[in-house]
């Protein structure tokens, strides 16, 4: 599959989970998609492609509170939370966060909302062309917090009627945005 | 009668008078099929579930190994692994870890491994509190109740019932709206995860590889629940193990789109190890847990079991769980999986009821995305229940002493023929039995049995025919020969106009199958000899049957009845070789093109559950009705079970067949057809006693006697 083509399956794959995606022009629109999202405070974990974007001081500057560093006391009040992705999977739309810094697992759980920035570089066939990758961050560190996102939360539990949002984010936002990183590893 | 089996049946009774439930389940059955086939489009099952199966299969060969390339792996990144060979042991370690801890809250993710050992009971004993946050889980904990089902826990419930439940919970009151509810939920459970000092999980992946763990979920309480308490306690059944992470995304792949129909689920969690918590390493115990899984690893006729991954199809399209619910078709697990665990890790006695209950009809086998036999497992163990417990006294003296006597039986059977004409009024139904035969046909009449049967008139049929193209041994089968004796006159006459001489062996006698499913093993066994020495003593090219399961019996029963016996064994498998159903022999050796006239009928065809799942027909019959003119039409469900299953609807089970039937006859009704077609006797007796008992219009026949009617039009 060529590149257009992983990008296209991938959209089609997230939105038919139920996933949001958005495609900025540039990182100053990115950033002023987040602000229409952000309806309070946002947890910024840190995060290398979300450094280099300037994320932190270009939402504060436009306005808006950011809860940073130790997200356990704030994440739950969070408006919204902010990560990066390390790489996806078209065919199912999966995001896959390096989550082991626990401020990344708290600002894609615990907040309603969750803003995942993706580079279209990093968008893998599937499952199983993951693996090696998988392999990879095992063999990097001692130990791992792998998340593979497909969508946000979601239960059939009570009459088997599907409700979005339960215990985790009830919408899960894609940015699509080019020049964020292209190494899978990194988030 | 036991009073377990007594209880039984009471639960069976009240669970039939519910009728809201068995429509959820119905629904829910038909919504799974429809999502599961769109899963897996584009993708070959039968090559993703061999792969799996092949993968367990070396997993439980090298289970001691992967063991210890598991607890090596997790322990050097900072992982505790305990071994627990019992339940007991599973709890007191949690429970001791609780205490020292001094651990008040427990949030738990959903683990049926947590169900099998009532380890919440064990939590609180120590006095701390146990909060469910699956939201199935939750409010079945809330309501003192245990799951229905594997993936679904509260399937049984209403969102009434919930509303009340959570009512009582927040002290107002809760509408019964549902995604009002789960916002309940969502809100009542997020104080637990920064509140508890301990999170349990399960785990549906352990991988020898890195010693980590994956969870497969939907709702993100178990990634709350394994980050935000210090301590994460993973309890982990040892048939969970995997050599590599490849081997993970085999299973990943077959998981969530056998289970809930989705690619994937929500989240999947890769954890391995002492990761970051509060600014210090997370304080992981992985709890391996044996509990019976190396006693089915010894089993030869059960250890396929293991493979299994957990995704609850069985249940999904079985027709007795969606006739009874999990609750009385389960213990902790639930359906056909839920009976062969049971068995293992609960003990036979559990499983007792349940293994009698399965109607056999394999639906369950052809979604399994292990490849597991699960019929032929629960078969197995009810052989061993009537090993252990007998197969109950009056059968068991009518297996030994009459089915093994041939003669008799025969000679036996000629006299009901003659005994039952004062309430067959001389028609060939019974509409009405006295006192308290009376159940058995005020919801399905009966077929008298024939005055004579076929045996005695076989020899008088004429056979039209010259130079014979081949020469076929017909083996009729008990209710073809003594209550259906046309159907043979049918086969006769529509095989002759094919070029096939057919001959009728006497010595041929009952196929042994309701003795083996009855757990009579060894009268099976000595009805096999009788039968491989019957069928083949004339030589014939083929032996063609009429009833499926007569047909599996001598297929594949006989030749692993007798494999160990040297001097039946290579017999057995020659007449396995030859056998072969009545409509694949016609479609796939005999040209029926310029035989069949055209008849104007409107047809529907109801597959055999071992015609199709057994012995893979199903597109031949259609074949040839189509070719005989017939317009055929496809009723929902086609391949559903007709609930007859032998004596399962005689005596064993009459209340839950009679309900599986209400649904087949609702499905052949809808399907506008003027004639249900079948290839099977048993079926044949169930769904035409059911249409009569209604006055309906649709005629029910065996395929042979359509074939027959054309053949006299052509």
Redesign the interface.
Known sequence: MNETNLIRTFCD?AEA?GAEILRPAGSEQALGMIRELATGPVALPAFPSGERLGLAAGLAGLGIELLTG?L?AGA?AAALGITGVNFALA????LVLES???PI??AS??PERHVALLDPKKIIPD??A??PL??QF?QQQ????????????????????L?I?????KELYILLLEGLSDDPLEM | MKTRTKQYKQRVDAALATPKLQQALHQFGDAYLLAREKAFEGFDFEQLRADVAQMKDCVLVDRQQLQEQFIANAEAAGARVFLAKTAEDANRYIADLVRERGVRLVVKSKSMASEEIHLNRAIEKTGAKALETDLGEWIIQLAGQRPSHMVMPAIHMFKEEVAELFSKQTGREEPAEIEHLVQVAREQLRQGYLEADMGISGANLAIAETGGIALVTNEGNARLATTLPKIHVALVGIEKLVPTLEDAARVLQVLPRNATGQQLTSYVSWIRGAVPCDGKAKELHIVLLDNGRGALAESDKCRDALRCIKCGACANVCPVYQSVGGHVFGHIYIGAIGIILTAFYHGLDKAAELVRACIGCRACVSVCPSRIDLEGIILHLRETLGDEEGVGAAKSLVFRKVLRNRALFHTLLRTAAKLQKPVTRGERTIRHLPLFFNSLTEWRSLPAIADKPLRDTFAAIPQQIGKPQYTVAFFAGCLNDFVYPEMGESLVKVLNRLGVRVTFPKKQNCCGVPALYSGDRETATELARQNVEALLAGSPDFIVTTCPTCTMALQRDFVDQLKDNPAWAARAEELSAKTIDVARLIHQYLDAGDVLGEVAEKVTYHDSCHLKRGAGVWQEPRALLEQSGRELVEMAHADRCCGFGGSYSFSSHPEIARRILDDKLHDIEQSGATCVAMDCPGCLLQIAGGLDNRRSKVRARHTIELLAESVGKG
């Not at chain 1, 791992?144 to 996102?149: R, T």
């Not at chain 1, 949002?165 to 984010?169: A, I, L, Q, T």
């Open positions: 794959a989970v130790d356990r739950a065919a199912t739309g999966t082991t810094p626990e697992r708290l759980t615990l499952l199983v993951a693996t998988l392999r095992h001692p130990q791992n917090y792998l998340a593979y996102i497909t969508g946000p939360s979601r239960t059939a539990d009570i009459e088997r009627v409700t949002g339960v215990h985790g984010p």
